[in-house]
């Protein structure tokens, strides 16, 4: 046990570590009859095509904590049930998504709740934010089951602020199955006290990501619409990383932070706070910053900037001592995986109940409320089958989006007033 800290491993510091990991993975070629989609063959998106995309995606790094290791924030903690069971939908073959090989999602976020007392400037929820709940308690425990029959590696509870729902939050750990998938939520760090991460802890919450955007805290509360949010936050991670939880950081890089200078001082920050993996979100133009995308969006020379950051992050010596990297607008690029939304990888389900293929693109493939979910599931994963080798369709469809808002139409807006765009996206 290492009592809740966090340890890197990358360069020759990884070597020993990762050879007993790729030994493990002989339990499951010797299984076939439990594990009947674990493959080496590049043809079926096996193992040795995984390993090529880990090294494009620049993925040297991972983190241990209580004797467990965290590959990335897509997949369960390693050696656990969880793990084995991705292995048998095929979630260890990466490139396969869209094919029989891997048949599991990756991660889906579920807005459990409306509510939430701050007013971040780049919440994806935000016309849905209330303050009352739509979606009961007993129609998320009924979609969860239907996701982890499916095969999903991580469910994440989100909102709206996960944490005013807590309640409910805990019922939902504790009535969940553990052993097909890890549970994560992501907070801004509201009302996260010692005691009540230890409850979440004893439900099964197996990590928990804290929204905190800056190192600046006058800065970050601006961000976030709230006074204190920045001390909230960190107050949030050291309850959680003290209660044993797996902690990571979700982080919106602005061009202001990045052309300051001070993601160093931010990066140092979280260093010294040991959370395990920060997971970079690029600005997108919806909720919030769907009026203003233009002023938001990162430019490519911002981009390479964080490019060039990430690469050193994740594989040099020099920081080692660093957190995880995770940087979603990098691995979705079109000359790696593309898009990965719609269950290719990731979906979403929004606080109102509505089904949509990424937090970041407001279409609604059905309700949850008053539709089958499996039939929802099923006609979003049939209307793009594959992941888009596009630019990010956030950004591609934002400004059809934003007139079919100005026109009176309420977000999400239906799939059926978008079939035609998205299908031309799938055909590229
Ligand atoms: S739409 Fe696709 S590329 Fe864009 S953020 Fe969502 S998953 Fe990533």
Known sequence: ??????????????????????????????????????????????????YDMQKKLKICKFVKHNNHSYFSLTMPHWPSEAFDNMIANGGLNITASGTPYKKHIDTVILGITRRCSYKCIHCYEYFNLNDSDTVPVERWQEVIKVLQKKGVSVITFS???????????????????????????????????????????????NAAGIGLDDVNPGRNDLFRGCKGAYEQAVRAIKCFRDSGIFTYVNFCPTKEIIRSGDIYKYLEMLKDLNVGIIRWLEPRPCGAFLDIDEKVLLNQEDKDFLTELY??????????????????????????????????????????????????????????LNENFAIILDLMRKAVPMPLKTTCPSILLSTRIKSMKEAGKSLPVPYDDLKEEISALVSQ
């Open 311 to 368: 690469i050193k992050l994740n594989t040099s010596e020099e920081y080692e001592d660093y957190p995880l990297i995770s940087y979603d607008a990098f691995s979705e690029a079109p000359c790696n995986m593309g898009c990965m939304m719609a269950g290719n990888s990731l979906l979403y389900i929004d606080s109102l109940g509505n089904v949509e293929p990424c937090v970041f693109l407001p279409v609604t493939f059905g309700n949850i």
């Open 159 to 205: 909102g709206g602020e996960p944490m005013m729902r807590y309640d409910e939050l805990l019922e939902l750990l504790e009535t969940a199955d553990h052993s097909l998938s890890d549970f994560h939520i992501h907070t801004s760090g509201y009302g996260v006290t010692p005691e009540n991460a230890a409850e979440l802890k004893s439900a099964g919450l």
């Open 1 to 50: 046990m290492n009592n809740g800290k966090v340890q890197y491993y990358t360069c020759n510091k990884a070597i020993p570590e990762l050879l007993k990991f790729r030994i493990s993975l002989l339990k499951y070629f010797f299984r076939k009859k439990k594990y009947p989609l674990f493959s080496f063959s590049s043809a079926h998106g096996g193992i040795i095509k995984t």
